[in-house]
């Protein structure tokens, strides 16, 4: 499985990004797709994960202001970022998880100045 994430960039806080994740594989395959992410000295944590049947589950630090949602026809999760805050400068990374295996994509960088 391979993972194509794009969509980082440089905003200010407050404002929106999209971020897109599109997979080598048919989508509704794959059991768990997820949006991790690293800041600079920090491990990675989980920001959303979206399952086969639409279950999603966010971090305490974005409910409300993130959203994660799949397109089965284009393959690809999207994180919908609004109100964005300094704090969520991170780079972030696409996951799936399919047959007891996880996979990652390269990561895009996301910074938010204040």
């Known amino acids: 499985v391979q993972l194509q994430a794009s969509g980082g960039g440089l905003v200010q806080a407050g404002k929106s990004l999209r971020l897109s994740c599109e997979t080598s594989i048919t989508i509704f395959t794959i059991t768990v797709m997820g949006w991790y992410r690293q800041a600079p000295g920090k491990q990675r944590e989980l920001v959303a994960r979206i399952t086969s049947v639409d279950s999603t589950n966010y971090a305490d630090s974005v409910k409300g202001r993130f959203t994660i949602s799949r397109d089965n026809a284009k393959n690809t999760v999207y994180l919908q970022m609004n109100g964005l805050k300094p704090e969520d400068t991170a780079v972030y990374y696409c996951?799936?998880?399919?047959?007891?295996?996880?996979?990652w994509g390269q990561g895009t960088l996301v910074t938010v100045s204040s």
């Open positions: 996951n799936a998880f399919q047959r007891g295996v996880g996979y």
